[in-house]
């Protein structure tokens, strides 16, 4: 009989939605969307060994700013695996942090994902994917799409996933300025929100689809950088299309390839400034 392993490492990738539409509120207080979502390359790492029985479980993180108590997405995972299951033992979960946080990437809820992953895996596999993204849907909307780690779209409020092809590997610019957005936030705005005169809201048709993002309507109202960067980006020759991913503060935009991307990362420093976040990346299938 063939050990279990006792660690894995395991990484935690990133995502964009290539459109997000808000499709009203639902009896649950949740808002209904239709959204596809893709992974990408940019990922946090997540580190799971398994410890002496008796230790106690910890989680660290090499960002000092994000909690380490109960109240992180991966502590939940771990311990609604745990209700599931009935198999309690002691770990050591190490994030290595390169996804910002408030940013519309979902690297909490890939990192959550990742937790359940590793933990199953290293106890022998009791749950199957269907059991691990019926768990993720309890602890946060889009952590069954990480759970899948394939392009997907998804709607309810973003729990039910459904695989899909896409015949595209679309390179990125991405930008996130030193603010983040609370995605309860903009859902609770997004009703009453308007938008900006002058500010391409409308659906980009590229192959892949029709991108629009509903939120970015009450977010830009608030953020009046983030729309005309969105202008800005909309204005160079680079670009493909740009959108907000998620509940921002991401800005994405999508170029022809990678020197577009270098060249256009390059202006988009001196725009927007060196405290923002800027990263050149491509899709994963």
């Known amino acids: 009989m063939s050990l279990l392993p006792f660690s894995v490492v395991l990484s935690a990738p990133a995502k964009i939605n290539l459109w997000l539409k808000v499709l009203g509120k639902r009896d649950d207080g949740f808002h209904a969307v239709d959204t596809r979502m893709c992974p990408i390359s940019i990922a946090d790492e997540v580190s799971i060994q398994a410890l002496p029985e008796g230790a106690e479980t910890k989680l660290t993180c090499s960002d000092a700013s994000l909690p380490v108590d109960e109240s992180n997405l991966a502590l939940k995972a771990l311990r609604a695996f745990e209700q599931r299951t009935?198999?309690?033992?002691?770990?050591?979960?190490?994030?290595?942090?390169?996804?910002?946080?408030?940013?519309?990437?979902?690297?909490?809820?890939?990192?959550?994902?990742?937790?359940?992953?590793?933990?199953?895996?290293?106890?022998?596999?009791?749950?199957?994917i269907e059991d691990l993204c019926s768990i993720a849907g309890t602890i946060g909307?889009?952590?069954?799409?990480?759970?899948h780690g394939c392009v997907c779209d998804a709607s309810g409020r973003g729990e039910v996933v459904k695989p899909v092809d896409l015949p595209h590997q679309l390179t990125l610019v991405l930008i996130k300025p030193p603010f983040g957005i609370p995605t309860p936030w903009a859902y609770k705005q997004w009703q009453a929100s308007v938008e900006i005169p002058g500010v391409r809201y409308a659906p980009q048709v590229c192959a892949w689809g029709e991108m629009v993002n509903d939120l970015e309507r009450p977010v830009f109202a608030k953020h009046m950088l983030l729309p005309a960067l969105k202008t800005w980006l909309l204005q160079q020759e680079e670009t493909v299309a740009a959108l907000m991913s998620g509940s921002g503060s991401t800005m994405f935009a999508i170029v022809k390839d990678q020197p577009s991307g270098d060249a256009l990362a390059s202006r988009v420093r001196d725009w927007v400034g060196a405290t923002a976040w800027i990263q050149v990346a491509h899709t994963l299938p």
């Not at 994030?95 to 909490?108: D, I, M, N």
């Not at 809820?109 to 895996?121: C, I, K």
């Open 86 to 128: 009935g198999i309690h033992r002691s770990w050591q979960l190490h994030l290595e942090k390169r996804v910002p946080s408030g940013a519309g990437l979902g690297g909490g809820s890939s990192d959550a994902a990742a937790v359940l992953r590793g933990v199953n895996q290293l106890t022998g596999e009791p749950l199957s």
């Open 141 to 147: 909307s889009d952590i069954p799409f990480f759970v």
